[in-house]
């Protein structure tokens, strides 16, 4: 369903049940659903004037047109789009949330999901995916949907990533431009390659910084692979274990090398998208030329090691901190670049 015939679909609906508002609880709250001229957008107003009213129910008691009515009623749900079981859900759902703001926001919410261009089945199931939605107001929603425009997600890549991970839309703006700041400057993004990353791997927003650079260095310096081809791959879709694992499994089977400082190795490297991009099974078969039985002991093994480098590591960090010399500055200044990815993973 396109934007425009989602709007209309919901002016619809409201221009509806302005016609019965004394006889159902269509109204949420004090919030009144008002088309604008511009693009077809609707929001929800903050006036208390009540329900939409035509010249011949002006008649209407004043206690029935100021009546604040605290949810949604089901008849409205279905005029919105919804089955009589999808309606339901949805009701269910604000009925849990009761003592948040799901009671004033739900409307605004529901007609956003509408306006952006999604179906009733996609709204319900981004809300049960991401019931924060409910609490959260238009205004909010409108920035933050605003910004990932601005970032270059377009329609069609803008309502897959809110299908695929609604949980952007309870990130604040200003969160996600500074990670879009530190993808450009720490690790040397382009803008069109973090657009890209934010549309193949949203979730990288509530990464943390630390493990972020960890595994944009590990596979940078002791992979050699550059950021376009990181990008192909979708790396941060797969956590530094996933990474490590399969890079060292090949490694040890002497299927892969570090680069040398030129870029170049003395065996042809599989390419990251190869190692990563394909289930377990084929990657043995295909890339490995393993059992699954050896990587499960590998797999095994590896995290034992890990374990010990990273207690042996704290180890000499605790140390390290007993001594105030300014030999530690320096080792620490040495430690920047490539030899970088080798700091401890924060826990």
């Known amino acids: 369903m396109g934007t425009r015939f989602a709007a209309s679909q919901v002016l619809r609906w409201t221009l509806r049940n302005a016609t019965h508002s004394v006889f159902g609880p269509l109204q949420f709250g004090r919030c009144q659903l008002q088309p604008l001229c511009a693009g077809g957008r609707l929001l929800c107003s903050s006036t208390s004037q009540g329900t939409l009213q035509s010249p011949q129910h002006t008649h209407e008691p004043h206690h029935l047109s100021r009546q604040p009515v605290t949810e949604l009623s089901l008849p409205s749900l279905v005029d919105m789009g919804f089955t ?8 269910d759902a604000t009925s849990k949330l009761r003592g948040t703001s799901a009671s004033k926001h739900a409307l605004s919410t529901l007609t956003t999901m509408f306006v952006l261009g999604l179906n009733p089945s996609s709204v319900l199931k981004i809300l049960e995916k991401c019931p924060e939605l409910y609490t959260i107001n238009e205004l909010q929603l409108q920035q933050r949907i605003g910004n990932m425009r601005k970032l270059g997600l377009v329609e069609g890549s803008l309502q897959r990533v809110v299908s695929h991970f609604p949980q952007i839309l309870t990130v604040p703006v200003k969160t996600v431009k500074h990670m879009v700041l530190f993808l450009r400057e720490k690790c040397q993004f382009t803008s069109q390659q973090v657009t890209d990353i934010l549309r193949d791997s949203p979730a990288v927003i509530l990464e ?9 260095q590990y596979v ?5 692979v550059k950021q376009a081809d990181m990008v192909k791959s ?5 956590t530094l274990e996933e990474v490590r694992c399969r890079h060292c499994f090949l490694e040890r089977r002497g299927l892969y090398q570090t680069p040398d400082k030129k870029g170049q190795t003395t065996i042809i490297n599989s390419k990251l998208d190869s190692i990563l991009k394909i289930d377990l099974d084929t990657f043995l078969t295909d890339v490995a030329n393993g059992s699954a039985e ?4 590998f797999q095994r093994l590896m995290a034992r090691e890990w374990q010990e480098e990273e207690q042996l590591q704290g180890s000499i960090e605790a140390g390290s901190d007993d001594e105030e010399d300014e030999e530690d500055e320096e080792d620490d200044e040495e430690t920047s670049g490539k030899s970088a990815y080798r700091k401890r993973r924060k826990r």
């Open 84 to 91: 009589d079981s999808q309606a339901e859900q949805i009701n």
């Open 208 to 216: 943390d910084n630390e493990q972020l650079e960890y595994k944009f």
């Open 220 to 224: 940078y310096y002791r992979m050699g």
């Open 234 to 238: 979708r790396l941060f879709r797969y």
């Open 294 to 297: 050896e990587y499960e002991v």
